[in-house]
């Protein structure tokens, strides 16, 4: 089936006029720069952030092309990956008129930035060991469906998705589909980037604030074709990503060996708080994980979740989200850690005895 982008974009969205600012019109590093209103007598703090930033991040994005193997034109930067979700709804979703497929359970900003958007939410439940229904899932698609997202590996299930049927939704499917890969570094799958060439209706999203350890910048990538990451560039603030951030991250990137080194222990560290809650004759259920945590099934998780904080070991209750009921979600952490949260647990269940 062939896509259209252009069928896709709202239409004042593809004759939209861009904003257009200083750093647009010259991108040059050197001169008298006497053209964005900025203080020429430096900044307040010992570093110089009295000048805009570069509105594209050219130098950050060529280095994170040569990483993720795409060229600069396929990326997009955005104030985490929440950005990219929200300009997708903006530059193709008419509110009140179109929907979107999601498939829960899955990453709650999807229908929150739907909600933003006035945009009707079509959820089609995974299955129960968190896989995909892809005829019910295209059975639920009509003309004004724009976007299907994917979260894989999943959140908060923890679990990557059948690659093949992931694929047979880009090849039946004439809108988006988004693959959204935050937890990817701690899978063994190959990432969606590798099938840009193949599909115009892909777009993939990572971001630093997992394997890389930079939660706190802020920083989301999402891949996809020239033409469509065009149109988010045209549609988001003019400086989107602060020159620290640029500089923090372009730094850290030269030091991809020890982002390995540091996936490398997480992966170490998810096996063995496997095995320790394995050990739980309390614990009903640890949900396979090619993520940074686990989906942990006991009874009574709602008490459970609320002692653990008495005892300052905060996890995520997800016993509220479908086939999710009586689950904790649990982040591996340090050796230290996760030996505290089990020593947490075993007290709790050991005072209910």
């Known amino acids: 089936m062939s896509f259209k982008l252009e069928k896709l974009l709202r239409p004042h969205i593809a004759t939209l006029q861009a904003y257009t600012s200083a750093r647009d019109e010259y991108t040059g590093k050197e001169g008298t720069f006497l053209d964005a209103n900025e203080n020429p ?14 509105p594209y991040q050219a130098e950050l994005k060529q280095k994170i092309a040569e990483i993720k193997e795409v060229k600069p034109s396929q ?13 997708l709804f903006r530059a193709f979703c008419n509110p009140g008129k179109d929907n979107v497929i999601l498939l829960p359970p899955t990453y709650g900003m999807y229908e929150v ?17 968190f896989q995909l229904r892809t005829d019910k899932i295209l059975n639920e698609v009509d003309k004004h469906t724009k976007i299907i997202f994917i979260c894989s590996p999943n959140n908060p299930s923890g679990n990557k998705v059948n690659r093949e049927e992931i694929l047979y939704l880009l090849k039946k499917f004439k809108g988006l589909v988004v693959v959204d890969e935050a937890y990817s570094d701690f899978s063994d799958e190959p990432s969606f980037t590798t099938e840009l060439k193949n599909f115009k209706n892909l777009l993939v999203m990572q971001t630093f ?8 910048l802020r920083l989301g990538m999402a891949f996809a074709s020239k033409d469509l990451i065009k149109i ?14 640029q500089e923090t991250v372009l ?15 997480i992966l170490t560290e998810r096996e063995f708080l496997k095995t320790k809650l394995e050990s739980l004759d309390f614990v009903n259920k640890i949900y396979p994980s090619d ?34 009921e009586d689950c904790l979600r649990i982040t591996v952490g340090t050796r230290a850690e996760n030996e505290h949260l089990i020593e947490a647990l075993s007290k709790i269940f050991s005072s209910k005895k």
């Open 232 to 245: 988010l560039n045209r549609i988001k603030p003019p400086y989107n990503i602060s020159g620290l951030t």
């Open 75 to 87: 990326i997009f930067l955005g104030n985490g990956s929440d950005e990219a979700i929200d300009l």
């Open 41 to 54: 007598f430096g900044s307040i703090t010992d570093q110089d952030f009295n000048r805009y930033p570069d």
């Open 291 to 324: 993520a940074n945590f686990l989906l942990v099934k006991m009874p009574n998780a709602n008490l459970v979740y609320d002692e653990l904080i008495d005892q300052k070991v905060i996890v995520r209750n997800r016993s509220k989200v479908i086939l999710c």
């Open 209 to 216: 604030s997992k394997a890389w350890g930079l939660a706190s």
């Open 251 to 265: 730094a850290a990137m030269g030091n991809y060996e020890k982002v390995k080194a540091m996936v490398k222990d």
């Open 113 to 129: 930035s739907a909600s933003i958007n006035d945009v009707e939410v079509r959820k089609v439940p995974l299955t129960a060991d």
